[in-house]
């Protein structure tokens, strides 16, 4: 399984980016797909997941990122709207086998992860 993350950048605060996650070595619709950012010196937060039925947002990104997947192209995209300083970190998709998408998922065990792509949002 590899996974490779991509469409980071510089951006202003209320701009948007279009995070990817390309997957291959697994279909998609057996799969927890999710996103997480690393900000520096903070811990690494959960902010999205997805899975065959189900979508599931953290409070901090709810109604301004989307998490969306194309089986076709067997990748996983992330929707960021009305970006702001506070957004600037390292992105990264992972994915687990088979586990459920809800509050619960950011703490279970991703045994596949992205390299990670930089957002960086200007004031």
């Known amino acids: 399984v590899q996974l490779q993350a991509s469409g980071g950048g510089l951006v202003q605060a209320g701009g948007s980016l279009r995070l990817s996650c390309a997957a291959s070595?697994?279909?998609?619709?057996?799969?927890?797909i999710a996103w997480f950012r690393q900000a520096p010196g903070k811990e690494r937060e959960g902010l999205s997941c997805?899975?065959?039925?189900?979508?599931y947002y953290a409070e901090s990104v709810k109604d301004r990122f989307t998490i969306s997947r194309d089986d076709a192209k067997n990748t996983i995209y992330l929707r960021m709207n009305d970006l702001r300083p506070e957004d600037t970190a390292v992105y990264y998709c992972?994915?687990?086998?088979?586990?459920?998408?809800?509050?619960?998922?950011?703490?279970?065990?991703?045994?596949?992860w992205g390299q990670g792509t930089l957002v960086t949002v200007s004031s």
């Open positions: 992972a994915a687990v086998r088979y586990l459920v998408c809800n509050s619960g998922s950011f703490s279970s065990e991703y045994n596949h």
């Open positions: 070595g697994l279909t998609l619709d057996r799969y927890n």
């Open positions: 997805i899975n065959s039925g189900s979508t």
